[in-house]
């Protein structure tokens, strides 16, 4: 596709429940990454996938996050039994590679509001 | 563990005049990455400049430039004749060159375009 694309755009959910995340990469892009915008912590990396090698998970905040990409393209971030303080705005981005030059380019991100 | 410090939450500056957003880091490498990402309220985040650690010359991109000081470890936007499309939050990044391909944020500063 044109850019990286998330869905859905607003998500809200009562305490406890489970939520899936979903991430398209650009076309091609062969590294993808989760971050989480939240007002108190600010810009966090969460996972980091890169071709079929095992994903970097040292950004996970607790064993409730989850991620998993399938095919080496589309990739889903999984929150189980959330809570308040997981309501954030989870961005993706991926890159061409993961070379240390490469530019990550971001998607519009996933408001998640936890009641 | 790298840090990246915006010590200005807000900024405003007239249309058409210039502006400079501050930013240092810490590390204790010698070769990383330095990026400006705009993030306009859409949510989505816009590579604006970035700068090779290894390279003196101070990275341009049309209105926006870099003050990149390796020894103080500070990295500053300037933009210049400033338009009311660039109000938006600015975060600047750090990346290291080996290891570790997250990015690593600032708090963000947002600036503000009066007419």
């Known amino acids: 596709g044109a850019g990286v694309s998330q869905s859905p755009s607003n998500k809200v959910t009562e305490k406890g429940k489970d939520v899936e995340l979903r991430c398209d990469p650009i076309?091609?892009?062969?590294?993808l990454y989760w971050y989480r915008q939240s007002l108190g912590q600010g810009l966090e990396f969460l996972i980091y996938?890169?071709?079929?090698?095992?994903?970097?998970k040292s950004g996970l905040p607790s064993d409730r996050f989850s991620a998993e990409r399938t095919g080496g393209s589309v990739s889903t971030l999984t929150i189980q039994r959330t809570q308040q303080e997981d309501s954030a705005v989870y961005l993706c981005?991926?890159?061409?590679?993961?070379?240390?030059?490469?530019?990550?380019?971001f998607g519009p991100g996933t408001r998640l509001l936890v009641l | 563990a790298q840090t990246v410090t915006q010590s200005q939450p807000e900024m405003s500056v007239q249309e058409a005049e210039t502006v400079t957003l501050s930013c240092t880091y810490d590390?204790?490498?010698?070769?990383?990455?330095l990026f400006w990402y705009k993030q306009p309220p859409s949510r989505q985040m816009i590579l604006v400049i970035r700068?090779?650690?290894?390279?003196?010359q101070n990275a341009t991109e049309n209105r926006f430039s870099v003050n990149f000081q390796k020894a103080a470890k500070s990295f500053s936007l300037k933009i210049s004749d400033s338009q009311l499309g660039d109000a938006a939050m600015y975060f600047c990044?750090?990346?290291?060159?080996?290891?570790?391909?997250?990015?690593?944020f600032g708090q963000g500063t947002r600036l503000t375009i009066n007419p």
């Open positions: 700068q090779e650690a290894y390279k003196q």
């Open positions: 996938f890169q071709g079929n090698s095992a994903p970097d």
């Open positions: 590390t204790s490498e010698s070769d990383y990455y």
């Open positions: 981005a991926s890159s061409y590679t993961a070379g240390v030059g490469e530019t990550q380019y």
């Open positions: 076309s091609g892009h062969t590294a």
């Open positions: 990044a750090y990346r290291s060159a080996g290891g570790a391909q997250k990015l690593v």
